[in-house]
């Protein structure tokens, strides 16, 4: 077994919560009153889209001007990430554990384990259209795409193609250890979700007082509060507000029915898979609607 694979990847699609599990396990595993804020997650995770990473790698600032040269960079820089940290510790990513280029971007020599949120693609599309600066067509559409990357203005990228094969590409993905939550038992059960994230993935006492601390301290209301008092440094440029409205079924205010029946028909596999009863919600919202 390679000495580096001590990367347990929290990885999701955009605005499926990634932000909100980073809060709760650095809340609930570091010692009390030392938790970083959202704007400091850094201290307790870090992420494979990291500047200083890929300027060491490169072994001068990194500037990419094309997805190649990411690819021919990311690897070195996944290798340095991994042995930041003398033991396992979690790195956050959008990316698909996909070959891209000949090369794994999710490279089985850095990779312990990985923890994959996941949220119904009805709720993503409004919250990905604020992210991404765009309409809600145009975001749809780049969840449609198996192509869609996102980058940084220096040429980080994430690979993350069509919102359905993200998620068959991490639950699927072959020798992983995986441990899956859905966003939206985070929300209606945080306390059931997080134990068994904690207690039967990764080997951690359950601490109900300091569960429950953790579970108050990284509500959608405070981490809202605390971006309206303090910013949030992750938050792309010309993003209103990255909490926005967090909540479950905000699809059947946000989207029209022609923009659901088109997520619905697109993703019907992984819906009925992973969210069958959205599905069902969903066609009941059809058949009134029209």
């Not at 200083?52 to 001068?60: M, P, Q, T």
């Not at 119904?120 to 809600?136: C, I, T």
């Not at 094969?165 to 072959?174: F, L, R």
């Not at 405070?222 to 926005?244: D, I, L, V, W, Y």
Request: hydrophobic residues 40%; positive net charge.
């Amino acid at each position: 077994m390679s000495e580096l694979r001590r990367i347990i990847w929290l990885a999701s699609y955009p605005k499926s919560g990634n932000t909100w599990m980073r809060s709760l396990l650095a809340h609930y595993l570091m010692p009390e009153g030392t938790a970083p804020d959202i704007n400091n997650l850094r201290q307790f995770t870090t992420a494979d889209v990291r500047q200083d990473f890929f300027d060491l790698a490169a072994g001068k600032p990194f500037r990419g001007e094309s997805v190649d040269d990411w690819v021919a960079v990311r690897g070195k820089a996944l290798r340095l990430i991994a042995g930041s940290k003398p033991t396992q510790h979690f790195v956050k990513t959008h990316c698909q554990p996909i070959i891209l280029l000949g090369q794994p971007l999710i490279p089985a020599e850095v990779t312990a384990a990985a923890i994959y949120i996941l949220r119904n693609p009805f709720d993503v599309a409004p919250s990905y259209a604020r992210h991404a600066s765009a309409d809600l067509d145009s975001a749809i559409d780049r969840m449609l795409f198996p192509d869609n990357m996102m980058g940084t203005p220096t040429g980080i990228y994430d690979a993350l193609g069509r919102w359905d094969d993200h998620v068959k590409a991490w639950t699927q993905a072959p020798g992983l250890p995986l441990h899956v939550v859905r966003y939206e038992d985070l929300i209606e059960k945080p306390a059931k979700t997080m134990r068994a994230l904690l207690k039967d993935f990764l080997k951690v006492p359950i601490d109900q007082p300091k569960l429950a601390r953790a579970i108050k301290a990284t509500s959608f209301a405070n981490m809202k509060k605390q971006e309206e008092t303090t910013g949030f440094r992750e938050k792309p440029e010309g993003m209103q507000s990255f909490f926005a409205k967090g909540k479950v079924g905000a699809w059947r205010e946000d989207l029209t029915p022609e923009q659901i029946a088109r997520l619905r028909d697109e993703f019907a596999p992984a819906l009925e898979q992973w969210y069958p009863e959205v599905l069902r919600d969903v066609d009941r919202f059809l058949k009134t609607a029209c």
